[in-house]
């Protein structure tokens, strides 16, 4: 069985607004240099060039938007769509990306620029949050040690309104587990 790779996470920066303490990333680390459009060009030509001769049924490239925080980078994340959107229309391949965001980075120019995304392509996003306020004060806090909730509640709406397909995540462990209930809870209660 052949094996082709068509789908990908871009790392489009390594730089964050948080200092989540579990972060695998390790916000204290010194962090590299972001991507750039000729390296993320490169990546989706390879994409592409790996979907080409999968069965037609099955072929499609998808690339996830990913970070530290990608949103921080609303350039690059336009430029890599619309690439992708010029690659699917030079060999009608279909082209899918969404991003997994923090929640914490929005304004208009960023709603713009997502709406154009969900118009061209099926656009997902995936919001990262603990849960309840106290959940989410456990880990995500700002780098000044500082609750990150009221930022991600306020901006789930807009994305929740804005995303083709939309989820939020949320990271569980021991000291968040006894509040799994109220977090739910609260999910349930203000987005339904």
Known sequence: ????LNSASFIV???CNLACKYCFECYERKVGPDM???VAAKCLDF???QAAPM???KRHVNVTLFGGEPLLRPELCDFIVNYGVKKREETG?????GVITNGTVMNDHI???IRRWRNKINFSIQVSIDGCRQAQDLYRVKKDGSSSFDEVA???PVFRDIARDFCLHGCLNKKSLPLLFESYKYFVEQFN
């Open 36 to 38: 750039n459009e000729k």
């Open 13 to 15: 920066t390594e730089k």
């Open 111 to 113: 709603e713009l620029l």
């Open 154 to 156: 306020k901006n789930i």
């Open 47 to 49: 994409l592409f060039e």
């Open 93 to 97: 391949i279909p082209f899918t990306a």
């Open 1 to 4: 069985m052949e094996t082709f």
């Open 55 to 57: 069965p037609e049924n």
